[in-house]
């Protein structure tokens, strides 16, 4: 562990960094916000859309981020921005720091754990940003590390995951875990031994466990929709993982490979790996989810390092552990002394590096703003669906769509859709829909085709987005 101290100092460096100086590059966080105080007004978590989407009024919603909802509110600025979000980066570094643990514990030499730490924070680094899915992080690795734990502190694991429920609807994942995790052990024990049963019966309390938050079973519900969901289509996060993702390419992609290669062999010595199928169950599943959407690369990642690092410690010489001596000075001096390198380069890095970055974000905040100060009723287009976040909560204000996303039915994406792409009944969709006010980025082709058509005028522009409002809405001058 100890050469890793150093991979996780770099990597606090840039996880502080980034989630403090730098802005959201998504809407997200407006309309969590928006959650947290709606919740801390009415002590209702909300189970529906209200009228502020005018295209899906009333929708059922399930609000699976409310507790992360209500921390952004208290963070949304000041020195409440950079606990909240320094709180992000603390997440995203214990995930990291505790698949590190997870793989000492199961036999991984410190080059070996400093090697796969190397691409594991690389795989972090391209989803990272003040977002719940990051909360979620350290919660999958501290389950799997209980998992692990050959006694009863195994069933602190179902704690973790009714706690992980009211922050993410990944915590679907919990049982599933620990199902296949007993599978894999009964496989590895050639029985149904004391340690299967104690993971199955951890797999079913935690399948009671993630319902334990405002939603219930609906939580469950909701997160197994998402699989066959069309929107996820419109959703770049979503996509499908591909040579392109950096974060596959140099982090989850080379611990994928020395899985395949390593993972499940016997060392050379004839050390037997007792958890063969185990791993092998998990890296199918981790391995199927990474490949199938972007979002999940940086959750195989956490799950890899501690099977790889045990793996190239077994099979690979270099990585081999170093023999049992007595600790000298140095020794001593450096299980303390690189750690406190660590913490000092982060601390250091961060602190040169925020507060010299701008932290206005890169959305549509200007046209929002000046939309505000125009009177009448605006019922709002925005040709990227995750700006109409900031217009949550707005007085006479009401969104087409926005970055809560996942309650929209399909048929408000398919016409969201075709007005972005100009198909050809654009116009008659803004008509159907009542829309009369667009926001949309400067030189686009809605952009010019509104320009073209007639019946738009420009109320607001800058270098980079344009507002268009009905020649004969409100507020026309």
């Not at 770099?10 to 802005?23: G, L, Q, S, Y």
């Not at 189970?47 to 208290?74: C, D, H, K, N, T």
């Not at 552990?321 to 007595?326: D, S, T, Y």
């Amino acid at each position: 562990m100890k050469y890793a101290w150093l991979v996780i100092g770099v990597a606090a460096a840039r996880c502080f960094t980034v989630a403090i100086a730098f802005p959201p590059g998504d809407g997200d966080l407006w309309w969590q916000r928006w959650l947290g105080a709606q919740i801390l007004r009415t002590h209702v978590v909300p189970r529906s859309l209200g009228s502020e989407a005018f295209s899906a009024p009333y929708a059922p919603w399930v609000p699976q981020e409310w507790l992360f909802g209500i921390a952004a509110y208290f963070g949304r600025s000041g020195a409440g921005w950079d606990v909240f979000a320094g709180a992000c980066a603390v997440a995203a570094i214990a995930a990291l720091g505790l698949a590190c643990v997870h793989a000492v514990r199961r036999g991984a030499s410190a080059v070996a754990v400093a090697f796969c730490a190397v691409f594991a924070s690389i795989a972090l680094f391209e989803s990272f940003g003040v977002r719940a899915q990051v909360v979620a992080w350290p919660l999958l690795a501290l389950f799997l590390f209980l998992l692990d734990v050959d006694g009863p502190w195994c069933y602190a694991a179902v704690a973790v995951a009714a706690v992980w429920s009211n922050w993410h609807a990944s915590a679907m994942l919990a049982p599933v875990v620990a199902a296949g995790y007993a599978l894999g052990s009964a496989l590895d024990e050639g029985r149904v031994g004391p340690r299967t049963r104690r993971l199955a019966f951890v797999a079913v309390l935690a399948a009671f466990a993630i319902c334990l938050n405002p939603f219930g079973w609906d939580l469950p519900r909701y997160a197994l929709g998402l699989f066959n969901n069309p929107i996820k289509s419109y959703i770049s996060e979503w996509k499908v993982t591909d040579i392109d993702d950096l974060s596959f390419t140099f982090g989850s992609l080379p611990l994928m490979l020395i899985a395949i290669a390593l993972g499940t062999r016997e060392g050379a010595s004839g050390i037997r790996n007792e958890y063969r199928w185990r791993d092998l169950c998990l890296l199918g599943a981790f391995g199927f989810l990474a490949l199938s959407a972007a979002r999940n690369i940086n959750i195989f990642a956490i799950v890899a390092l501690p099977i790889v690092a045990p793996a190239l410690t077994r099979r690979i010489r270099f990585f081999a552990r170093e023999e049992p001596r007595p600790p000298t000075t140095l020794d001593r001096a450096a299980s303390w002394a690189l750690p406190a390198v660590a913490l000092g380069f982060a601390v250091v890095v961060s602190w040169q590096l925020v507060g010299k970055v701008p932290r206005q974000p890169n959305l549509a905040t200007a046209p929002l703003a000046a939309l505000a100060k125009i009177p009448g009723e605006h019922d709002i287009f925005c040709s990227d669906f995750a700006w109409c976040s900031l217009a949550l909560g707005v007085p006479n204000e009401r969104v087409f769509l926005d970055g809560r996303a996942d309650p929209f039915p399909r048929a408000v994406w398919e016409d969201f859709e075709d007005v972005t792409y100009l198909r050809p009944d654009w116009r008659a969709i803004l008509e159907r829909r009542g829309v009369n006010t667009i926001v949309v980025q400067r030189d686009k082709p809605l952009d010019q085709a509104l320009a073209i058509v007639g019946g738009w005028h420009v109320a607001y522009a800058d270098k980079d987005f344009r507002l268009w409002l009905r020649s004969d809405s409100a507020g026309h001058s």
